[in-house]
Every structure is written in structure tokens, then in C-alpha cells.
């Protein structure tokens, strides 16, 4: 069975750092391609950012509302998903979930799996 | 970037029918891909690649998509299907390329 656990989430003020994990079991996840998705308190999904396998050479993709401010990254000798967030903004409140995804060599790309997510809450 | 349109609301009766649309230019030359989210739960995939059914989910569930809307449709909608529901694409193209509509809460009458 797939489980995937996100921590790390909690209160930060504005301009602050926070560091998510998402913790994986159930499949290979060296072979996963994996994101973070978050959700704004009452709104809908945003994709945050994909990395790919290491195999399918570990590239990474950001929203242009995160891009270089957070960074995603991957342990797979640890089966763990980090999200290193910088800089943060009272938009960047939601609760942060990762998903594994599939893709194909047409570009499309779906999220099969979700954890159940991490709130974080960004305010002075 | 991409944008998907979908609408807000829509009720239905217990036993009807939900078409819940998903509009965006050209939508129909993306794999279009449909998650229900119900409260306080993570997001569950439905519908994969614009008609493709993950194992668990009822045969009730089905999608099309062709010129500028996608559809998810539910036959005989249940209780249960009361939820949030998005469609999603991937614009490699894009400097946004993970895309979400903006949902549609469907409400069981």
C-alpha cells in the first residue's frame, strides 16, 4: 500500500524559513517522479513543484509564485521528499501536500498518490 | 500558461446525472486528469488520461474531452460523490506547466 506522511509544517512568520518531508513507502521510491501541491485555507489545488527520478535525470520545475524562493529535493536512500521553503509569504498559508506522479513521453503528467498533508501557516 | 475554467457549483439529485465541465483554448490536445477532494481529505485521483479509471473507482465515473472543454461525468450520482472536484493538465510549454481548475463543488440534493 502506498503511504506517503508529510511533517514539518506550523506557524513561521513572514520572511521566515520551513523545511516539509514527505516520507514515502509502499513502492520504489527512487523510481517516483514527486511534487508538492498546496491548498490555500478554502481554495483550490496549486501545483507547487516536480522532481523527477534521478533516472529520468532528477530535474527540477517551479511554479513561478515559489520559484527561488523554495527548493524541492529527494533522500531515496531515506525514502524522503523535502520541501525547503525561503522567504515565506502570507500567501504561501495552505496546507502543502506530495503526490507521486506519472508521466509519459507526450509531456502529460498526473498525480496518482497524495499524502494527507501539513498545514502551514505563515502570519506575524 | 494554461487556463482551466470550471464552474464553481452544481447540484444534482440522487440518481441523476453530473457533467461537470473543464474549459481551456485547445484543452481538447491535452490529457486531461480529474481528482475528488472531499473535506478535510487529500485529493483522490478518478479519472486519468481524459476516460481512464483508476482500480477503486466505480464505473460510474467517466470523462471525454475534445475541441475546448473536458468532461467529467457521473451517472446516477450518489450520496457519497457529494465533493470538490478538479481537472488538472500538464502544459510542458509553460513556465507554469502543473495546471489546476478552479474546481467544482458538487452538492447531492
Known amino acids: 500500500e502506498v503511504q506517503l506522511v508529510e511533517s514539518g509544517g506550523g506557524l513561521v512568520k513572514p520572511g521566515g524559513s520551513l523545511r516539509l518531508s514527505c516520507t514515502a513507502s509502499?513502492?520504489?521510491?527512487?523510481?517516483?517522479?514527486m511534487s508538492w501541491v498546496r491548498q490555500a485555507p478554502g481554495k483550490g489545488l496549486e501545483w507547487v513543484a516536480r522532481?523527477?527520478?534521478?533516472?529520468?535525470?532528477?530535474?527540477?520545475e517551479y511554479a513561478p509564485t515559489v520559484k527561488d524562493r523554495f527548493t524541492i529535493s529527494r533522500d531515496d536512500s531515506e525514502n524522503t521528499l523535502y520541501l525547503q521553503m525561503h522567504t515565506l509569504k502570507t500567501e504561501d498559508t495552505a496546507v502543502y501536500f506530495c503526490?507521486?506522479?506519472?508521466?509519459?513521453?507526450?509531456?502529460?503528467?498526473?498525480?496518482?498518490?497524495w499524502g494527507q498533508g501539513t498545514l502551514v501557516a505563515v502570519s506575524s | 500558461s494554461s487556463v482551466l475554467t470550471q464552474p464553481p457549483s452544481m447540484s444534482v439529485a440522487p440518481g441523476q446525472m453530473a457533467r461537470i465541465s473543464c474549459g481551456g483554448d485547445?484543452?481538447?490536445?491535452?490529457?486531461v486528469h480529474w481528482y475528488q477532494q472531499k473535506p478535510g481529505q487529500a485529493p483522490v485521483l478518478v479519472i486519468y488520461?481524459?476516460?481512464d479509471r483508476p482500480s477503486g473507482i466505480p464505473g460510474r465515473f467517466s470523462g471525454s474531452n475534445s475541441g475546448n472543454t473536458a468532461t467529467l461525468t457521473i451517472s446516477s450520482v450518489e450520496a457519497g460523490d457529494e465533493a470538490d472536484y478538479y481537472c488538472?493538465?500538464?502544459?510542458?510549454?509553460?513556465?507554469?506547466?502543473?495546471?489546476f481548475g478552479g474546481g467544482t463543488k458538487l452538492t447531492v440534493l
Open positions: 503526490a507521486t506522479g506519472v508521466g509519459d513521453s507526450t509531456g502529460a503528467f498526473y498525480f496518482d498518490y
Open positions: 509502499g513502492f520504489t521510491f527512487s523510481d517516483a517522479w
Open positions: 522532481l523527477k527520478s534521478k533516472l529520468n535525470g532528477g530535474t527540477t
Open positions: 485547445y484543452i481538447g490536445t491535452y490529457s
Open positions: 488520461y481524459n476516460n
Open positions: 488538472q493538465v500538464w502544459d510542458s510549454s509553460s513556465d507554469h506547466p502543473g495546471v
